[in-house]
Each structure stands twice: as C-alpha cells, then as structure tokens.
Nanobody, 119 residues
Framework: QVQLVESGGGLVQAGGSLRLSCAVS????????LGWFRQAPGKEREFVAA????????DYANSVKGRFTVSRDNAKNTLYLQMNSLTPDDTAVYYC????????????WGQGTQVTVSS
C-alpha cells in the first residue's frame, strides 16, 4: 500500500518558479527509485526527471535540463522537483512515481498536481 501525494502545483507567470513535493508513505522510501512525469493537454505523458535510490544519481528530460532539479529527502520520505524559468510549455499535470529496487518499471503513482504557466 505505497501511496504518493503530490503538492505544490498552481498558477505561475512565465519565468517564475515552483517547487513540487511528493510525500511517500506505506513502504521503505530509501529503497525506491523515484521520478516525475507530466502530461500536457492533448499530449502523451512524458518523462521529466528521476533520482535513484543509491548515490542519488539524477536524470532529466532535455526539455527541462538546466531549469529543473529533482531531489529527495529520505528522512522526510519526500521527493521534490524544483522548477525554475517556467514557460507555458511546462503547463501540465505533474505526477510523481516510485518503484522498488527489484521492480524494473515504475508501479506506484500519485494522482497529480496541476501546474499552469501563463505567458
């Protein structure tokens, strides 16, 4: 019964910043690989960023690299996504996701938080 709950979404002007949080419960947080995906209107879900369960290595989509930073706090069982220099193209529902280390794909998902960037 792993549960993920996103927060921190909202409306922001282009060029602004938001920090998304994802609270994880019901499992061993430190054993999970974690990630962020987003889905914009009329588009497929796309990968945004990920952070590993060991050594906290990170990966980013080219569209957000240099603007977004993914991090995790194992003491708080929380995943973060710091988003800077936002543009209208970043408008989407953002989902956090997790997978145990022995599972090859992400299997736990939050319900999403809306991010809207005005021009």
């Amino acid at each position: 019964q792993v549960q993920l709950v996103e927060s921190g979404g909202g409306l922001v002007q282009a060029g602004g910043s938001l920090r998304l949080s994802c609270a994880v419960s019901g499992g061993t947080f430190s054993s999970y690989g974690l990630g962020w995906f987003r889905q914009a209107p009329g588009k497929e879900r796309e990968f945004v960023a990920a952070i590993s369960r060991s050594e906290f290595s990170t990966d980013y989509a080219n569209s957000v690299k240099g603007r977004f930073t993914v991090s995790r706090d194992n003491a708080k069982n929380t995943l973060y996504l710091q988003m800077n220099s936002l543009t209208p193209d970043d408008t989407a529902v953002y989902y956090c996701t997790a997978r145990p280390g022995w599972v090859g794909t992400y299997i736990y998902w939050g319900q999403g938080t809306q991010v809207t960037v005005s021009s």
